[in-house]
């Protein structure tokens, strides 16, 4: 799940400096629709034609003394429509957005940076066929089975390789993944768990080899969120014994759940669909954050089908200031997973919505 309202407005915003004109009818947004099915490597690349599209990397990284450290990576294309018929090589109807954070316990610290530009020139681009993706040189690239990112930022660098280790997971049906009662009201949306990582982190100067696990969802949609929605929370787990869990909520203004749903992949490559009355989220422990005074639920007691597992950050700061790109503020952070009181997997959280309502048209 991604902030498909703020994207679509930064867009919108962006691209009215950067065009000097719109066709009288431009062509629609691609529409997502029911039991379209997904093909790869196809899929994995750009789908230019639709609204908005993320490729959005998470994961647990070990660097040396066992020093756990949570990271994101995100690029995220989103069209505009009507940009597309000035003949200068200047003008775009394609914007790229990169986010990249880094949760630091042991310095208390969360690092991170973010990007913003129009495709083209060479220096901002989304590719179809094939994930390859970049801005500036911020990059995410895939050949054969193995991603590599490379991002450097003010104050930190990743360089990284994820080996992909099990095949797509299917979220929805087939892909085919709804945020609400409209069938409209849906993107194609694909999970690659248990990715197995390796390479550095650089820090203040520092570098550091660093592996572990990370969880790369791919996501592409052309119609926001139900009006009666405010936000979301939304998880990503990679379990130990090999097995994953995907799920969301989607809150109305009263903060009561108005949509749900996930994906279920046990040890053996079994992949089942939750629905609504097989997902309940209950916000355990409150945090409130120092810059913004925004609260968010940074602990969670999650029923998943016949499981129950609680949530706990890596660290309570890990609060995103996007405002120079998407113009919003939410949490997102590394969270550790346990079920009877026992650790069972590793993975993120994202909590939207919570400083004010999202800005979804």
């Not at 000035?86 to 914007?95: E, K, R």
């Not at 120079?324 to 997997?345: C, D, F, H, K």
Request: with cysteine.
């Amino acid at each position: 799940m991604r902030p498909i309202g703020w994207l679509s407005a930064a867009a919108i915003g962006l691209c009215g400096l950067l065009c000097a004109q719109q066709p009288e009818q431009p062509p629609a947004l691609a529409p997502v629709t029911a039991g379209a099915r997904l093909e790869f490597p196809r899929d994995l690349g750009s789908h230019d034609a639709f609204g908005i599209e993320w490729w959005y990397i998470t994961g647990w990284l070990t660097a040396p003394d066992n020093e756990p450290l949570g990271f994101q990576i995100t690029f995220f294309r989103t069209r505009v429509v009507g940009a597309g018929a000035n003949p200068s090589a200047f003008a775009t109807d394609q914007i790229l957005i990169a986010h990249c954070a880094l949760s630091d316990a042991k310095r208390g610290r969360l690092w991170q940076d973010q990007r913003v530009r129009r495709a083209g020139m060479g220096l901002a681009q989304a590719q179809s066929g094939q994930t390859r993706v970049w801005v500036d040189d911020w990059r995410l690239e895939r050949s054969n089975n193995i991603y590599h990112t490379s991002i450097a930022a003010d104050e930190f660098a990743l360089d990284l390789t994820l080996a992909v280790t099990q095949p797509p997971m299917l979220n929805g049906q087939d892909g085919y993944s709804q945020k609400g009662p409209a069938e409209a009201s849906a993107s194609y949306y694909y999970s690659e768990p248990q990715l197995h990582v390796a390479g550095s982190v650089t820090r203040s100067g520092q570098r550091s080899a660093v592996s572990g696990l990370a969880w790369l969802d791919h996501e592409w949609s052309s119609q926001p969120l139900d009006p009666a929605a405010v936000g979301w929370d939304w998880t990503g787990l990679n379990l130990d014994d090999g097995g994953a869990l995907m799920a969301f909520r989607i809150r109305d203004q009263e903060g009561h759940t108005y949509w749900s749903a996930g994906s279920e992949r046990d040890a053996a490559g079994h992949t089942q669909r939750l629905t609504a009355d097989q997902l309940d989220f209950k916000p355990l422990r409150q945090w409130r954050s120092p810059r913004t005074g925004v609260s968010y639920p940074v602990s969670w007691r999650l029923q998943a089908g016949e499981r129950t597992l609680e949530l706990a950050p890596l660290m309570d700061d890990q609060e995103n200031d996007t405002r120079l790109s998407t113009g919003a503020i939410y949490w997102e952070g590394a969270v550790r997973a346990s079920e009877r009181g026992q650790p069972v997997g590793r993975g993120y959280l994202e909590l939207t919505g919570y400083e004010k309502p999202l800005t979804l048209r």
